[in-house]
Structure formats: C-alpha cells, structure tokens
C-alpha cells in the first residue's frame, strides 16, 4: 500500500497540469502594461493594421500553427481595420527571444502603434480573437 502513494500523487500532480495546460491553450492574455517596445514593419515584414495587427509566431515542424494561420487568415478578410502577418520563429530568433516567445503557435495582438497589448498561446477559438480584437481600443 505504501508503495501506491508516491504513484497516486503522480497521477494527481500529472493530471493537475494537463488540465491547466490545455485550458491555458489559445487563451488571450492582456498586457497589464502598454507602454512597452513597440515592433517595426520591418520586424513584421508588413504594414501595421489601422486598429489592430495580430503577429502569429510558428514554426515549421508545428501542425497547431497551421490551423491558426488558417484560422486568423480567414477572419481578417472580413475585418478591414485589422491585419495578420506571419513570422517564422525559426529564422527570427532574436526577435522571439526578445518578445519572449516560449511556444508556437504565440500571436502577439498590437496596436496601432505597434505596441504589443496583449497575446495568444496556443491556437485561439475565433470567439477569444473576436474578444482581443475588441478589447484593442
């Protein structure tokens, strides 16, 4: 009996994770600060949306960031104040480590300005990208 307690507090500890890992996935997370650095249309590779640009950070090897990208593609068509840009993780590794990227898919929501106000981990539902999109003022 003894012998089983280590290994039922295993599968609890395991079991915790694995259900706050996947509600955590896709969630959108505001910035509580929005005076941080703001990204360039070079770091981007595209002009900044005239209210909001979504920055969806993936990488090659990652079948989650595809159906992101499908995702985020899709729902920018019918938004003309938005834009989407696509950046590979993989041949930016400056910039992921300067943003702090820990995993793909990561879409980054900015401003206007350019300025990063909140973030996506994992791939959103379309309902938590129609929130952040209208939480960007």
Same mark, same amino acid.
């Given at each position: 009996m003894k012998s089983l307690v280590p290994l039922l507090v295993v599968l $609890?500890?395991?079991s915790a994770f694995g259900i706050w890992f996947q509600r955590t996935r896709g969630e959108f997370r505001?910035?509580?600060t929005i005076n941080g650095p703001r990204m360039t249309v070079q770091q981007i590779g595209s002009? #900044?949306?005239a209210r909001v640009t979504m920055v969806q950070f993936s990488s090659a090897f990652c079948s989650p960031c595809r159906a992101t990208r499908v995702l985020l593609e899709q729902m920018v068509q019918s938004m003309t104040d938005v834009t989407y840009a696509h950046v590979?993780?993989?041949s930016? #590794?400056? #910039? $992921?480590?300067?943003?702090n990227i820990l995993?793909?898919?990561t879409t980054l929501f900015l401003?206007?300005?350019?300025?990063? $106000?909140g973030r996506a981990m994992g791939t959103p539902k379309r309902s938590q990208v129609l929130a952040a999109v209208a939480a960007v003022h």
């Open positions: $609890v500890a395991a505001r910035k509580k002009p #900044l949306g590979d993780a993989e930016n #590794l400056e #910039l $992921v480590r300067q943003l995993s793909t898919p401003n206007r300005d350019g300025v990063e $106000v």
